[in-house]
Every structure is written in structure tokens, then in C-alpha cells.
């Protein structure tokens, strides 16, 4: 999108309509103090938990994060973008990330463990899911959450010429291409079982991915050959100084442009972890935990700058921001504003 007058961009904030959200929430960021304005919204779809641009900024694309999952896809023109047709179904449950990969959408299908590549268009609107559906299969050890696959990130690694999927039910992470428009596995990678990994982030050197696990409160280091098209993992850092008090529920991570920070969202705790990045991107040290100033932060996003840091806050209905120190890392809040069931926050 445009940068309007040198200083405008905006955000896309997803919300779960089902309890109470507005759907995409459209908001101006002010460059200098990373401020949000809200300037209106738009339900096209139920519960549009994740969002993504495509890479000239022009279309949004939405998740319909419900049984019969969807995909839509939004023209991005004035304050408020405008639906460009009917939403794509995906042949999947509960897709709850997406992401632009070879002239397609992918969807991580949560419910029915599965990755869809839906068709772009030329003009960034969808076209009908033919057989580019990719089913996961196995489990993991935890009784209730891993009885099944369950898809919960999928994103191209840094090259393009792979998409990685990570997989909460089964403990691993899976590279895939696209062949004849269907995602296809290369590798399957394994991680400890009963970890429960649901994110992952690259670092911007290439060399290396950090996976943020649920089911316990860790995020793993991996050594990623792009090459290769695999995934090493190495260590784990927990993502808190001491043992939780319950269930943690770590949910987002990001990485500093500049590949010195990465921060982790834990809910059961409400707290931002900051983690000094050693050894060349193969070590994650903790620096510390501050509070998020809302409950049950769902997802984080960081400009590109690496300047402000956003939170959606689920629970408690708002999207926080943050300015960073440049020494530490250390998050301090900035401001807030209410969106209620906030999902996720995208930047342009």
C-alpha cells in the first residue's frame, strides 16, 4: 500500500465475531509514536482470527476460523478494504493461519489437520480449491490436545521455495512445496513429543527458526537449510524464569528486523518474554517477562522497523502497543485501544 503523505500505514487487526468481535478491524499507525486509530471495520466472514497481505499490499486475505473453514480476500482501497467476492471454502476445519506462498493462499486447517493452497488470481481474488489439500496424519501424547493433527502455522520459509507447516497434534514441522498447485511433503521434521509446537518465526539471516511450543511453555531453536529444504532442532529456551503456576499457553512469537530479539506471548500468564539472540541465531537467552496490560494475548506483530510491537489481547478485547528497548529488548507500554476478541494484528 501506498505510504500516504510519508507517514501513514495501517493495521489489520483480526476478532473472533463469535464472541463478540467486530471481524477486521482497520486502524491507522502513527510512525513516530506507533499510536493506533481505529477507523472502522468490516464482517465478511465469521471469526476471522488471522490475516495476511499479499506481498504488494493491494489484497487482504481472511481465515474463517470455523468448522466449515473459508478464505476471503479483501481489495485494500480507502479507510475500509472491500470484499472481492464470496469467500473460498478450504476443505478444512478451523484454518487459524494463512499465508501468501507461489501464486497461492495456504491455510493451516486446525480442526481438520490439513494444509490448503487456494489459487490467486492475477487480479489477487481467490479461485476454487481443486485438489491442492495436504492431510496430516499422527498424534502425540497428550491425551486431550494431540489425540489428531492439528495444523496451527503454515508460512514460506525466507528462500520461497518452501512452505512449513507446524503441527500442534503431531509435534513436528513439515516442509512442503507446490506441485501442479498442491502442497506437497518433502520432510517431515519431529520435535519432543508432547511439546506442542503452534508457531514459528525465521530469523532474518536464513540459517535459523524458532518454534513456539503451547504445550509446554518453550520455544525451540532449529538450524533451517534452505537448500536442503530441512529443519534441525537444537535446544529449547523456556519462555519463563520459573515453573507457571498452571496451564501457560505460550501463542505468538516474532524476531527483531536486525536479528538480535525474540519475543514470545505466554496467555496463562499474560506476559511478553524477551530473548537475546547468541551464538549466531543458534541461542535464545531469556532476558525477562513484562506484563501485556490485557489477558490472554493471542498474537504479537512487530513493525518493520522493529520500532513498536503490537499485542492482541483476546480475553480482554484490546490491542496493546509497545515501544522497545534498543539495549534490552524490554517492551514498555505505549497505549491500547478496544477491539474486542482480538485475534491477531497485521501490519502493511
Given at each position: 500500500m501506498?505510504d500516504?503523505?510519508?507517514r501513514r ?6 476478532s ?6 467486530p ?8 510512525r513516530?509514536s506507533?499510536?493506533?486509530t ?7 466472514v465469521p ?7 499479499s ?6 486475505y481472511a481465515?474463517?476460523d470455523?468448522t ?11 479507510d ?5 467476492g ?5 476443505g478444512?476445519?478451523?484454518p487459524?493461519?494463512?499465508s501468501v506462498?507461489?501464486?497461492h493462499?495456504l491455510?493451516?486447517?486446525?480442526g ?17 480449491v ?8 499422527g498424534s ?11 495444523v496451527?502455522?503454515?508460512q514460506?520459509d ?7 507447516s507446524?503441527d ?14 498442491a502442497?506437497v ?14 508457531h ?6 536464513g ?5 513456539v ?20 532442532p ?8 520459573g515453573?507457571?503456576a498452571?496451564?501457560a ?22 506476559v ?27 498474537a504479537?506483530?512487530?513493525?518493520d ?8 489481547n483476546e480475553?480482554?478485547?484490546d ?5 522497545l528497548?534498543?539495549t534490552?529488548?524490554?517492551?514498555r ?16
Amino acid at each position: 500500500m501506498a505510504d500516504l503523505g510519508g507517514r501513514r500505514r495501517r493495521a489489520f487487526i483480526g476478532s473472533f465475531t463469535a464472541a463478540g468481535g467486530p471481524g477486521v478491524v482497520i486502524a491507522d499507525v502513527d510512525r513516530t509514536s506507533g499510536a493506533l486509530t481505529l477507523l472502522g471495520s468490516l464482517n465478511g466472514v465469521p471469526d476471522p482470527s488471522y490475516l495476511a497481505l499479499s506481498p504488494t499490499g493491494e489484497t487482504l486475505y481472511a481465515v474463517s476460523d470455523t468448522t466449515d473453514g473459508a478464505v476471503a480476500a479483501y481489495r485494500v482501497t480507502g479507510d475500509v478494504p472491500e470484499q472481492t467476492g464470496p469467500p473460498v471454502p478450504v476443505g478444512g476445519s478451523g484454518p487459524t493461519h494463512l499465508s501468501v506462498f507461489d501464486g497461492h493462499v495456504l491455510t493451516a486447517n486446525y480442526g481438520s489437520g490439513s494444509v490448503t493452497a487456494v489459487p490467486v488470481r492475477a487480479d489477487g481474488t481467490l479461485a476454487r480449491v481443486a485438489s491442492g489439500i495436504l492431510r496430516h496424519s499422527g498424534s502425540g501424547p497428550h491425551a486431550r490436545r494431540q489425540q489428531s493433527p492439528h495444523v496451527h502455522h503454515v508460512q514460506p520459509d525466507p528462500s520461497g521455495r518452501w512452505a512449513v507447516s507446524v503441527d500442534l497434534g503431531t509435534d513436528s514441522v513439515r516442509v512442503c512445496a507446490l506441485r501442479d498447485g498442491a502442497p506437497v511433503l518433502h520432510r517431515e521434521h519431529a520435535l519432543r513429543p508432547g511439546s506442542g509446537p503452534r508457531h514459528l518465526a525465521f530469523h532474518p539471516a536464513g540459517r535459523h527458526a524458532y518454534v513456539v511450543n503451547e504445550l509446554t511453555p518453550t520455544v525451540t531453536v532449529c538450524r533451517w537449510d534452505a537448500v536442503d529444504g530441512s529443519l534441525k532442532p537444537l535446544a529449547e529456551a523456556a519462555v519463563l524464569p520459573g515453573a507457571p503456576a498452571g496451564d501457560a499457553y505460550p501463542s505468538g512469537l516474532v524476531v527483531s528486523p536486525d536479528g538480535r530479539f525474540v519475543w514470545a506471548a505466554t496467555r496463562g500468564e499474560d506476559v511478553l518474554s524477551v530473548f537475546a539472540v547468541e551464538a549466531g541465531g543458534e541461542v535464545l537467552r531469556l532476558v525477562g517477562t513484562v506484563p501485556c496490560h490485557g489477558r490472554w494475548p493471542r498474537a504479537v506483530a512487530l513493525t518493520d522497523s522493529g520500532d513498536f510491537l503490537y499485542v492482541a489481547n483476546e480475553r480482554s478485547g484490546d490491542v496493546t502497543w509497545f515501544t522497545l528497548d534498543p539495549t534490552t529488548g524490554l517492551p514498555r507500554r505505549a497505549g491500547s485501544v478496544a477491539v474486542p476478541a482480538a485475534s491477531c494484528v497485521v501490519l502493511d
